[in-house]
Nanobody
Framework: QVQVVESGGGLVHAGGSLRLSCAAS????????MLWYRQAPGKERELVVS????????NAADSVKGRFTISRDNAKNTVYLQMNSLKPEDTGVYYC?????????WGKGTLVTVSS
């Protein structure tokens, strides 16, 4: 079964850190670009950051530059999102997406709540 499953969300105080994980299965992970999206309450879903198949981080939103880092471990079929210096506006559901040409595989999301 082709799927990606996010984990690692939770409640954290402003200034804290969280690391999200996204475990992939059912497809050749190393051939897919991986993206993290988020959706804040009452707002549209937005692209947070992505990572290419060669491990290059791309497309980081201005709001997370210098605070969030994406990485991948192809041996474990997993992509990570390290989030530091979290702010209340980072609150939302974070989604992992695997992309290969026209194919998009979305996870169900993990909730991150940052309290002030």
């Amino acid at each position: 079964q082709v799927q990606v499953v996010e984990s690692g969300g939770g409640l954290v105080h402003a200034g804290g850190s969280l690391r999200l994980s996204c475990a992939a299965s059912g497809f050749t992970f190393s051939s897919y670009s991986m993206l993290w999206y988020r959706q804040a309450p009452g707002k549209e879903r937005e692209l947070v950051v992505s990572i290419a198949i060669d491990g290059t981080m791309t497309n980081a939103a201005d709001s997370v530059k210098g605070r969030f880092t994406i990485s991948r471990d192809n041996a474990k079929n997993t992509v990570y999102l390290q989030m530091n210096s979290l702010k209340p506006e980072d609150t939302g559901v974070y989604y992992c997406v695997a992309v290969y040409w026209g194919t998009h595989v979305w996870g169900k999301g993990t909730l991150v709540t940052v309290s002030s």
